[in-house]
């Protein structure tokens, strides 16, 4: 019966094989494997392979008709085709040198911004100097410079190279403060600069880390550490030192240029006050781009009522200056004046403010070094010593502004 069962089950088994013991053998083994799939029927034996226990000829042979009605699941592949390898490897590779080649064309893209923003800084230094020397009108130049960069921000927006901001009255009334104390810092700087050697200005405006410390104490209530006032030291030491020795030494630059650090550094501090806490804040360059604007508003009319119209053509024969000189170093020292603070808010929205500040005093150094180049500064040794510490202050600060005070535990 067990023959016959077999044989009926799988029809490619001829019946020759019924009577022989091996026949008895698979069928034996064909139950067990039924067993353990726990079904019974043809088709359900395929899932699991039959181990065979009968290793003679006969059982050899008859085993080979058994192949085609059972047979063992596919071997499952340990790994992927080569192929798929390969081409997950070169996609691997490719997004690789993508991320490379991104970097390092940020990395130019940055180096170039710093290259800029220094190049700028000095010819504005330099035609700047050049044009108050013989037209000494602080407020005029000021005003120039404002107009030129109000007409680079209109056509910025207009040829939509950066986006045009839509302003509410609420912001306009908090930037007008901004405004006013950015139109001064100016203005007191041209005023020093028409006074005293562009070395010399710049000396004494690497003391703005002193007046954002005190500024910010008053105002903000960020008390400093013991590290950053030990920083102050060397800062207001250097510029003594070098003041005293300082051959364009007068009151009239000196004073100014301390009150163009106090202005700028007021604006900064107000600019954390008044529009830190905004859910609607403005952007650094938008922002630059309003004070731009509203400081050619503000200093137009007073420019106009305390000095006239110094500008014209006839003014400035009257006076001997050659015209077409004098309107072409305005107009650069114009351009670079706007161009630098630009790229200036363009680094700063890529690196963190202490890279900046870093980069800051590296750029002053190079300001220093040009102009006493170009319009051959006397400079002394002990002037030397005084500036560098000043300057190696401004380096010291801008690292210990890192250091964060240790929570004071209860």
């Known amino acids: 019966m067990q023959s016959t069962a077999i044989f009926f089950l799988s029809p490619s088994i001829p019946p020759s094989l019924s009577h022989r013991t091996t026949t008895w053998t698979h069928s034996r083994s064909l139950d067990f494997a039924a067993s353990i ?145 950015h139109t001064l810092g100016n203005l007191f700087t041209n005023m020093s600069l028409g006074k005293v050697a562009v070395s010399f200005t710049h000396t004494i405006k690497a003391m703005e880390p002193f007046f954002s410390v005190v500024l910010s104490a008053m105002f903000l209530g960020e008390m400093p550490t013991i590290w950053v006032i030990g920083s102050l030291l060397p800062i207001v030491g250097g510029v003594a030192l070098a003041s005293m020795t300082e051959a364009s030494f007068n009151w009239g630059g000196f004073l100014s240029a301390l009150a163009s650090n106090l202005t700028n550094q007021s604006r900064n501090v107000l600019s954390k006050k008044l529009m830190g806490e905004k859910e609607d804040s403005l952007d650094n360059i938008t922002l630059f781009s309003i004070i731009t604007i509203m400081s050619f508003i503000l200093s137009a009319p007073i420019s106009l009522y305390m000095e006239g119209f110094k500008f014209t053509p006839s003014c400035l024969q009257a006076m001997g200056l050659n015209v077409r000189q004098v309107y072409v170093r305005s107009f650069l020292a114009a351009l670079c004046f706007h161009a630098y603070q630009q790229v200036s808010y363009m680094i700063l929205q890529r690196v963190s403010p202490v890279t900046h500040s870093v980069s800051n005093c590296v750029k002053r150094v190079v300001v220093i070094i040009s102009s006493v180049l170009f319009f051959r500064t006397p400079v002394s040794p002990i002037n030397s010593i005084g500036t560098g510490v000043a300057l190696g202050g401004v380096f010291l600060y801008s690292r210990v502004k890192l250091i964060k005070p240790k929570p004071k535990t209860a």
């Open 37 to 181: 799939n726990g079904l019974s029927g043809s088709s359900s034996l395929r899932q699991f392979p039959v181990t065979r226990c009968c290793s003679s000829p006969s059982l050899s042979s008859s085993s080979s008709y058994l192949n085609g009605w059972i047979s063992t699941p596919p071997p499952v592949p340990d790994r992927e085709p080569r192929g798929v390898e390969v081409r997950a490897a070169e996609s691997c590779a490719g997004e690789e040198e993508d991320a490379k080649a991104s970097g390092l064309r940020k990395t130019l893209e940055l180096g170039s911004l710093f290259g800029l923003w220094i190049l700028f800084n000095i010819y504005f230094n330099i035609y700047n100097k050049q044009v108050l020397k013989v037209f000494p009108f602080p407020l005029t130049i000021s005003t120039i410079q404002f107009a030129a960069g109000t007409i680079l921000v209109i056509l910025m927006w207009t040829l939509n190279l950066y986006k045009r901001p839509k302003i509410s009255g609420a912001q306009l009334a908090v930037i007008l403060p901004l405004a006013m104390v």
